[in-house]
């Protein structure tokens, strides 16, 4: 017979006071029921806290905890908190305007322990602001052989959808909070760089709301998403070179990485600015021992910034 362990189940919420009722009935109705389901209360100025202290008071296993300031924004920083008093062995994540199918936890649990997994995912139905049905879907497998390198050319885990142990967190110190974007992918990346079991289950277990504060893609504008995906990719690569570099090729480091500067110095018209954009990607391939590789592509940006 399997083991079933304490799940703790981490959701960060403020001012949802309406969405978090489906959320935690979600939660409740689970086929699993050893679980811990921990509650941050990011300062919310509605009913929040009111609504999850009600469920509280018939359900020991929900635990409201109520910052004492508000995060700024940086769902990791709250996710931070849970995870750390946590007393499961296993970490669930589950935003407050998302929902999970009653056999997400059941079904994830055996594929995890069956597999032998350090982390798992699965596929989320989207759904509309005004639908009832799905509208699409997000969360695939990845297709290359190198988790990491897969990783590294596009975001496909859906952070409500992970279950991962807690130790493997704890190794790569949680969520990084100094990021105040894709601060769920940076610590995916990290995960797959050190070699963790990762297993994808195919299977649609919860669905998630697509809110404007909570895409990246409609809180950032164009030129925003280029800087955070710099910065994003430069800590990779800078922090963790031995690791990260080799297990990248050269179109890889192009069109995930370059090619961010060439779209910044493409779209600036003050001319001072690209200068300066052409100089940091040149000092920042040099210190990556890059140079030599994109002799080529460095001569068409420095044109590029010559151009009005």
């Known amino acids: 017979m399997k083991k079933q362990p304490l799940i703790s189940i981490v959701t960060p919420v403020f001012n949802r006071e ?37 469920f509280a008071k018939t359900d020991a296993r929900i635990i409201l905890v109520k910052s004492l300031t508000n995060s700024g924004a940086k769902p990791g920083k709250v996710r931070n908190i849970g ?7 296993l970490i669930a994540f589950l935003d407050s305007d998302d929902i999970w199918e009653k056999e997400k936890l059941s079904k994830q649990l055996d594929f995890f322990q069956t597999n032998d997994l350090d982390f798992s995912y699965h596929p989320l139905a989207r759904l509309g602001a005004n639908s009832d049905g799905p509208t699409s879907f997000w969360g695939r497998d ?9 990783l590294f050319l596009s975001n496909f885990i ?15 110190n949680f969520f990084d909070e100094s990021l105040k974007y894709s601060e769920d992918y940076f610590l995916w990346l990290l995960l ?55 297990r990248l090729s050269k179109s890889d480091l192009f069109y995930k990485y370059i090619y961010y500067y060439y779209e910044l110095i493409k779209t600036e018209k003050n001319q001072a600015v690209k200068r300066e954009l052409f100089i940091k990607v040149v000092d920042k391939l040099f210190e990556l021992n890059l140079t030599p590789l994109f002799i080529a592509e460095l001569e068409f ?4 910034r010559k151009n009005d």
């Open 18 to 54: 309406k969405l978090i009722v489906e959320c935690i009935r979600s939660v409740q109705e689970q086929e699993y029921q050893n679980y811990e389901h921990i509650i941050i209360d990011d300062c919310s100025t509605d009913d929040t806290t009111t609504v999850i202290e009600s």
């Open 83 to 89: 995870i750390k008093m946590a007393k499961g062995e």
């Open 142 to 150: 990845c297709f290359q052989k190198d988790f990491f390198r897969g």
């Open 158 to 172: 859906p952070t409500c959808s992970v279950l991962v142990k807690k130790k493997a967190l704890e190794d790569v």
């Open 192 to 246: 797959s760089l050190k070699n963790y079991k990762i297993g994808f289950l195919g299977d649609v277990l919860g669905s998630f709301r697509r809110s404007n504060h909570g895409n990246i893609n409609t809180v950032l504008n164009k030129k925003e998403k280029h800087e955070n995906n710099i910065t994003l990719k430069e800590r990779i690569l800078f922090d963790y070179k031995r690791e990260s570099i080799p």
């Open 301 to 304: 940006l420095a044109q590029l």
